[in-house]
């Protein structure tokens, strides 16, 4: 006698305990993986259900195809209250309702299962029957010929969740998902066919035994092809993408082994990705650069946290530099297992913005000694005060020397107003020399009230000369960390263009304001307010840009040297028209972190300063 039903059986039940594992592993290394993680569920019970159902076709006495029939049907009811939940979490159908109803139905009918005396597939206890396959092969006849109220409620559940199955396949099919949905569709339909042969056979329509068995092992495998397909594809899909990506992108294991590199890592290095896989920087990079990307490595499974860092690699002999992020990728409890890393080149950038930031410090001293010779004239005259008071000091000293008992008391004054008009000689020539330098002084904690009243000292002939009445009200202790002469420079280019702008002003309308003082937060505000004719409208958010200018003789670059130098403090410059004439600069800046302490303690012992230049 042929007997090869009932051992074809288990080897299906292994068939989907192997896909149970298969998608369970794909569930606990990609998560989230939901369609996975429920199909392999689904696989574990319809391997139970199959190994159940093949005991109960050797069951030798009634007692035992009872139970083993309890427990088939017990897995057909789990399998039947998860499969709306893959069909909604594999087609995204919304809302829930309907797969949490059905899993309730089953829910009830798996307890009326294990309460019945018999199950629900037997009304009374059973006879013990057999039945001979078509090629000779005896088994139990599992047919149910006396069906009760349970097991009909069962095949109405059983449609249900067909009817549910086709309704979201008709759904995603809508929504443009064609492939997924016939194959969704091709699985339900397969698994329907096999089932509706359990029920004609129950109805006698034909002598055959169940197939119940097949269907799901149909589902099965239909849709583990499908789901490794779409897995594959991904997969492809993926990889693509990160080849075409201009960076460095690479996978690594906890002990620093290779296990994927993108294609450009492949060409950048000259390795290719099947010899990587297994080694370690050690094999591919020098020691020392090997070390530091190890100790970064680390630094990430450790703290389980990204890490952004600059590393240094060799390419073609030559070192070149990346940002690098990295980061940890986790099983589902938060182990790291692999480290990912994404590296890009920013050699010729950093050497670009180098090359920016001299052409930019070039520009700015430009600027500097076009706005110096303007005030040369200025310059002059303050010069000239100090070194005629020396030589007419000298020159009277020489005469009192002359006399037959010199007056020392005289003398002594004499050289003191010397020294005096010398210092403040010296104070012009360097404030002068600074204008002119073209180094960047470090950042220091500086009085930002201290630094414009130097400035305008200096201006204080060119005010007289253009008869500009300036008033300050520079608050002491709003200090800032900042370069001194690049500060300077803002508020020479502003109170330039504030003296250009009121020429043709009337000389009684002609008023500068110059203000310092918290802007509140943490934060100092320099206000430049002049009366002069002002901007139009229209050119307010364009004054910044380089090469703009509204005047006719103008370069355009001094306020887009202003806004640099502004936000290369961390700080911001804009404009507003007065309410009656002219505009004001505000130039805002971060206080010190230190200075704001000793400036509070400095403004409660001086005071606001408010002076007239």
């Not at 509706?196 to 239909?222: C, P």
């Amino acid at each position: 006698m042929n007997e090869f039903f009932v051992p074809g059986l288990y080897v299906l039940s292994g068939i989907c305990f192997y896909a149970m594992l298969h998608h369970g592993m794909i569930a606990f290394h990609r998560p989230p993986a939901p369609n996975h993680l429920v199909f392999a569920v689904l696989c574990l019970f319809v391997a139970l259900y199959i190994v159940a159902k093949a005991g109960a076709y050797r069951a030798d006495t009634a007692q035992v195809l009872v139970v083993l029939r309890r427990w088939e049907m017990s897995f057909a009811a789990v399998i039947l209250g998860l499969l709306p939940w893959f069909v909604a979490e594999y087609t995204g159908l919304r809302p829930r309702i309907l797969p949490a109803a059905l899993s309730g139905f089953f829910a009830i009918l798996l307890a009326a299962n294990l309460l019945l005396p018999y199950g629900i597939q037997f009304v009374e206890f059973p006879d013990l029957s057999y039945l001979t396959l078509p090629w000779g092969e005896q088994i139990v006849d599992l047919r149910v010929l006396r069906r009760g109220v349970w097991h009909n409620a069962a095949w109405v559940g059983v449609f249900a969740v067909f009817g549910y199955g086709f309704y979201a396949c008709i759904a995603q099919y809508r929504r443009g998902e064609r492939r997924r949905a016939v194959t969704l569709a091709a699985a339900l339909g397969l698994f329907f066919l096999f089932v509706l042969v359990n029920w004609l056979v129950n109805h006698g329509v034909f002598r055959f035994t169940h197939t119940a068995e097949f269907g799901f092992l149909a589902l099965v495998a239909v849709m583990s092809l499908g789901l490794t397909q779409e897995l594959r594809e991904s997969e492809q899909r993926m990889r693509a993408v990160l080849d075409n990506v201009p960076a460095v992108i690479y996978m690594k294991d906890t002990d620093g082994r290779y296990l994927w590199i993108n294609r450009h890592y492949e060409e950048l290095f000259s390795v290719r990705n099947e010899l990587v896989a297994g080694k370690t920087d050690y094999d591919l990079f020098p020691p020392a650069q090997a070390n530091a990307f190890r100790a970064n490595d680390r630094e990430v499974l450790e703290t389980r946290q990204p890490l952004q860092v600059d590393e240094v690699a060799d390419v073609v002999g030559e070192p070149h530099v990346y940002i690098t992020l990295k980061f940890p990728v986790l099983y589902p409890d938060g182990r790291p297992y692999a480290v990912c890393g994404v590296s890009t080149d920013v050699t010729e950038a950093r050497a670009a913005k180098a090359e920016l930031n001299l052409l930019r410090s070039r520009v700015w001293h430009a600027d500097r000694v076009v706005r110096a010779g303007v005030m040369t004239a200025s310059l002059a005259h303050e010069l000239s005060q100090p070194l005629a008071a020396i030589l007419s000091n000298a020159q009277a000293g020489l005469r009192f020397l002359g006399r037959d008992t010199p007056d020392l008391k005289e003398l002594t004054g004499i050289l003191q107003d010397i020294a005096r008009d010398d210092k403040r000689a010296a104070g012009v020539i360097r404030g002068l020399q600074a204008m002119l330098r073209q180094q960047e002084t470090p950042k220091k904690n500086i009085d930002l009230g201290e630094c414009v009243r130097e400035l305008l000292t200096l201006m204080h002939t060119e005010f007289i000369e253009h008869r500009i009445d300036c008033e300050t009200a520079l608050e002491p202790g709003c200090m800032v960390l900042a370069d001194r002469v690049q500060i300077q420079q803002v508020v020479l280019n502003l109170v330039l263009n504030a003296m250009e702008a009121m020429a043709g002003q009337p000389e009684t309308r002609r008023c500068l304001r110059v203000s310092v003082a918290p802007a509140g937060g943490n934060e100092t505000q320099l206000a430049v307010r002049d009366s002069g004719t002002g901007i139009p409208e229209d050119q307010l958010g364009s004054i910044f840009d380089g090469f703009f200018t509204t005047k006719d003789k103008g370069l355009g670059i001094g306020l887009s040297v202003c806004r640099s130098i502004a936000e290369s403090h961390a700080g911001r410059i804009r404009v507003e028209r007065n309410n009656d004439y002219g505009v004001t600069f505000f130039l805002t800046l971060p206080f010190a972190a230190k200075g704001a302490t000793a400036g509070a303690e400095g403004a409660l012992q001086n005071g606001s300063a408010v002076a007239s230049c």
